[in-house]
């Protein structure tokens, strides 16, 4: 009996610093790939700009831009897996908000990946029509990017992916305060990050609202408060233990297991 809640206790630590690593590795190696692609490429500004400078700006990065939008994709999508295993990790399984919030973090991630790997399967394209055209092509290559571009990612990849990611996070840290099931600092921090982040759907409402008030600042430092938080979340889960009292679901089945044998 004693061995089997051992091995349990020992399967819960391997799964919390396994899932606090891959928060961690999402976060470094995704910030990595958008230093690159912003160096490179002057994301996310270059998102505001017509298609007849992208796409002339596309096809000037060659096969080296198309690598980096894929390896910046992906790397987001490291994210999804330890979003669904986070509710597991604290012991909160049968949490309803967090099961729910899990979901539509999970969700967020895949909306953004297709924002990201648009510029894979889709831009490229564009691009090549748009460099070899004559000028009644580019005029129709122009009206397909913004359609792509406005549907793929201002809508999903941005609205509904940054959204969702909101929802999650405010979520979790909600959670984490009422439950101290993680350090409230964290917890607070996540409420600051998310709530900043959140500012950002300004820029992106104005794509469709010309005259909607945008706050210039706010997706910038949104976006890298809230992936500093993702990062500490991740290095918190795989250096601290969490609470005995937290993992209620694991000190019940370990008490079935007990009472079975």
Known sequence: MSRTRAATASDSVGLRRSTGLLFL?????????????????????????????????????????????????????????????????????????????????????????????????????LARVYETGDDATKVATEAAWLAQHQFGGALLGEHLGQLGAIAWSTTLSIIILRSAVLPRLLGWAGVAASSIYLLNQSDILATALPDFPVIDIAGLVGSTSWGLWIAALGATLALRAIPPTAPASLDRDATLTESAS
Not at 50 to 69: E, Q
Not at 72 to 94: E, K, S
């Open 25 to 125: 590795t999402g976060a470094l190696t995704f910030a990595a790939a958008a230093t690159v692609l912003s160096a490179t490429f002057d994301w996310p500004g270059i998102l505001r700009m017509d298609a007849n400078v992208v796409l002339p700006a596309f096809s000037a990065g060659g096969d080296t831009l198309v690598w980096t939008w894929f390896v910046t994709a992906w790397t987001y999508a490291i994210l999804l897996v330890p979003i669904l295993l986070l509710p597991r990790v604290l012991g909160r399984t049968t949490d309803p908000a967090l099961r729910v919030a899990s979901i539509i973090g999970a969700a967020s991630v895949v909306f953004s990946l297709i924002g990201f790997l648009r510029w894979v399967f889709v831009v490229p394209a």
